[in-house]
């Protein structure tokens, strides 16, 4: 059967008419929708104002002269400019080789970590892996229970690892958090793509390293950025286990320097000759500011991949 629709023509003859347009369908938002808009946004703006005041509040001070800050004028914007203790902290050669300790703990740090945990995790997403309750038991054993300080400090120091980068590098390579949420991660990935690239002949470790690495650039960069954090402030296991200032990482020079500012300060009267009466008071604002300052820069790159790689991991699809 056939249906034929006829076209209309305008009165004058002249040919077919032009199809009228559809006005796109407008849904009107409902009072309850609007003011649930307007709410959300007003919370969402004081949270970031409470979580940004404490940033600003200690880059002014960071900036500040000692009087300023000692008597409370300090809130959002420096009081009195002062860059005397970024000069003495910068000028210290020390410095800048913690530093340098600081940025190769942490990429080979997170570079160890990354490749554990990803092997790790994939291996535990598959249900055919034998004894696969066994090892996820095991794992989440250690998120409640640990050796202790003195136990773990003796197995370091019968390892060789003391004054040395595996120190701190070998006994935080796993994070558990990290690595459920990668196993949840490859348990929602499609099982046909791997099982196309098997068919093409790939082994494990192809599909691993050419299609399940590709696809999870989420996750994999947001504990990218949780590792790379973790490790860069970390300063108890270096303090714990080195005692060579060269080795040190910047966090545990900065701590030290904290200390003996505080120290010269209270034995001084806050006014030391040197000038290190004026850098006590606001150090730690510039300790904070110069250790935060290369995740804050980092942080931009990896910011799409943040909640999308923590969601893929963590809702089951």
């Not at 002014?60 to 000692?66: L, T």
């Not at 390579?173 to 093409?200: P, Q, R, T």
């Not at 960069?221 to 303090?239: C, D, G, P």
Request: proline share 4%; hydrophobic share 50%; charged share 10%.
């Amino acid at each position: 059967m056939v249906t034929v629709t006829s076209t209309p023509t305008p009165a004058d003859g002249s040919g077919p008419a032009a199809p009228a347009r559809r006005r796109p369908t407008v849904i009107k938002e409902s009072l309850g929708y609007r003011a649930f808009t307007v709410i959300n946004t007003v919370v969402l703006i004081l949270v970031m104002v409470v979580m940004l005041y404490p940033f600003v509040n200690i880059l002014a001070q960071s900036f500040s002269a000692e009087g300023y800050i000692v008597s409370g004028q300090v809130n959002l914007v420096p009081r009195g400019f002062n860059l005397d203790t970024y000069k003495v902290v910068m000028a210290d050669d020390m410095f800048w080789i913690n530093y340098k300790n600081t940025v190769v703990y942490t990429v080979v740090a997170t570079t160890i970590s990354m490749v554990l945990t990803t092997t790790f995790a994939y291996a535990l997403s598959k249900r055919r892996l034998k004894m696969r309750a066994m090892f996820i038991g095991i794992a989440v054993f250690t998120m409640f229970f640990n050796g202790g300080l003195i136990p773990n400090y003796i197995l370091i120091k019968s390892l060789g690892f003391t004054n040395s980068i595996w120190a701190i590098v070998i006994p935080n390579a796993i994070s558990v958090f990290n690595l459920l949420v990668m196993k949840a991660f490859f348990e929602n990935m499609s099982e046909e793509l791997e099982e196309s690239g098997s068919v093409d002949g790939l082994t494990t470790y192809g599909i691993f390293a050419r299609i399940v690495l590709p696809l999870s650039k989420a996750v994999i960069a947001t504990m990218i950025l949780f590792y790379a954090v973790s490790f860069w402030n970390q300063w108890f296991q270096a303090f714990l286990y080195m005692d060579r200032a060269e080795l040190y990482p910047v966090t545990v020079y900065l701590r030290n320097l904290i200390a003996g500012a505080t120290n010269a300060a209270s034995v001084s009267g806050g006014a030391g000759a040197d000038g290190m009466g004026q850098v006590a008071s606001n150090i730690q604002a510039v300790t904070i500011v110069l250790t935060v300052l290369p995740i804050v820069c980092l942080y931009p790159f990896l910011q799409r991949y943040f909640v999308s790689g923590v969601m893929l991991g963590s809702v089951k699809g």
